[in-house]
């Protein structure tokens, strides 16, 4: 019987190459762990002809090999050498030919600026989380200040742009000046003891706290906390100018206003006065043009007004009346002409039958039945004469008694309350306050007078 194959009881081997293991470990090494910030010295730093950075990045107990390639270092703001104590974002990685295990360096900055960075950072989450950054608590500022308040440095370039640029834009806006450190070990103290006292002068209806660009060491003492919890303090709106326009400090985030730069800070603060006096100009046209409307429209109510009282006026009544007086005046003349015509007429007829019927011997008794006739005749008409007469007068007089001009000849007076164009007659003395403005219009001229006081008819 033939020898049957044996079963191997050995797994099959997965052998790896030296090649295929180290890019193994890369991989797990590059996923395993994300970005790294380590902190360090550097030593063998080496600048090869490609642009790469290679360095050894120790400790006092342990090191480890990194490179920086061209496209990140031409980003650093400062030049490494060996000894600089750094802090780096990197990646793991292994760099497979040799199998050593290596940092990818992304960024770089020197390690005592990365520890003032952190700080600022941590300060920064901090003062937010207790709403000091919140917009709803920056306060507006002036349109036109009264005073400008310049916390900063007498002597730095930062007074001299501002004062420049005030000067420029509206030179009529007065500037105090607090002098201050604006940097070292004691411009904390002085720049808050300086908010402090700009806050009790309060001559000052806002403040600038400004200087020029720096290192994040120069301007450290605008992100200590000191400084911007007397920032937040501050009852007087505050514009931040400090550094360039790329600096950015912790006073930033908690004053009023922040600007790029102390020279645009100064142009925050005051309007250019040639925007400011066209502005004016065109206001005052717009008024001028305003009063010129309300004027016009006055006229035409006054014209209105005029008109209306002129209709009204008691002496436009009285001329029509007196109008009618003279047409009825007429009327009676003509009335009594007719009449009186007639009477001649007929006593002519009489006259002329008496004379044809009349015989000569009746002519006595005639003249004498003539002359009573006559003498009658000329007392009725005296007597009717006399009754138009008396109607007349007493027309006359019962429309002067009802003439408000005749009622002011007896002493009388019309009483009105003054109130702008408002003239109200007053009837009852109970209507008047003490205080108000009244006029009297008497027959000849109008007296105006202020009420001291009333009192009913009958009070004593």
């Not at 003349?333 to 019927?357: I, K, M, S, T, Y």
């Not at 000569?360 to 008794?365: E, F, M, P």
């Not at 027309?395 to 109130?419: C, F, K, M, Q």
């Not at 009852?428 to 001291?452: K, M, Q």
Request: aromatic share 4%; glycine share 8%.
């Amino acid at each position: 019987m033939p020898d049957s194959p044996q079963l191997s009881l050995v797994p099959e081997r997965d052998v790896y190459t030296v090649a295929r293991l180290n890019q193994e470990v890369r991989r797990r090494l590059e996923s395993g762990f994300g970005a790294l910030w380590v902190e360090g010295e550097l030593s063998n730093l080496r600048r090869p002809g490609s642009g790469h950075l290679y360095f050894t990045l120790k400790d006092d107990r342990a090191q480890v090999k990194c490179a920086m390639f061209a496209g990140r270092n031409r980003l650093l703001d400062f030049r490494p050498g060996d000894g600089t104590q750094v802090l780096v974002r990197a990646k793991l990685s292994v760099y497979e030919p040799r199998g050593d295990y290596q940092l990818i360096v992304e960024h770089m900055e020197e390690a005592g600026e990365g520890a003032l960075r952190r700080a600022f950072e941590a300060l920064k989450k901090k003062l937010a989380a207790e709403g000091l950054f919140a917009e709803e608590r920056k306060r507006p500022l002036p349109g036109l200040p009264q005073r400008i308040g310049v916390i900063t440095s007498a002597s730095g370039a930062a007074l001299r742009d501002v004062l420049k640029v005030l000067r420029r834009r509206f030179p009529a806006v007065p500037v105090l000046v607090y002098p201050v450190s604006v940097q070292g070990e004691f411009a904390v103290g002085e720049i808050v003891a300086a908010l402090k006292l700009a806050q009790e002068r309060a001559d000052c209806d806002v403040l600038l706290l400004t200087r020029g660009g720096g290192s994040l060491e120069d301007l450290q003492a605008f992100n200590e906390e000191r400084v911007a919890r007397a920032v937040a303090d501050c009852a007087i709106p505050l514009v931040c100018g400090v550094g360039h326009e790329i600096d950015v400090t912790i006073a930033d985030f908690v004053a009023d206003r922040r600007a790029p730069t102390p020279s645009a800070a100064a142009e925050i603060l005051v309007p250019d006065r040639r925007e400011w006096l066209r502005g004016l100009a065109a206001t005052a046209n717009r008024l001028v043009g305003t009063v010129k409307q309300a004027l016009g429209q006055a006229a035409l109510q006054l014209g209105f007004v005029t008109k209306r009282l002129e209709q009204q006026h008691p002496g436009q009544r009285l001329r029509q009346q007196n109008q009618r007086l003279d047409e009825l005046e007429l009327r009676l003349a003509a009335h009594l002409r007719h009449r009186l015509d007639n009477a001649a007429g007929r006593l002519a007829e009489a006259r002329a039958h008496l004379h044809r019927v009349s015989p000569a011997q009746r002519i006595g008794r005639t003249a004498d039945r003539v002359d009573v006739a006559s003498r009658r005749l000329a007392g009725a008409t005296s007597r009717i004469v006399d009754q138009f007469r008396n109607r007349l007068l007493v027309a006359a007089r019962a429309l002067d008694a009802v003439s408000p001009l005749a009622t002011l000849d007896r002493g009388y007076a019309i009483v009105s309350r003054v109130d702008g164009d408002d003239r109200t007659i007053i009837q009852d003395a109970t209507a008047l306050s003490p205080g108000e403005r009244i006029e009297a219009r008497l027959a000849r001229g109008i007296v105006l007078a202020d009420v001291t006081g009333t009192r009913k008819e009958n009070d004593s």
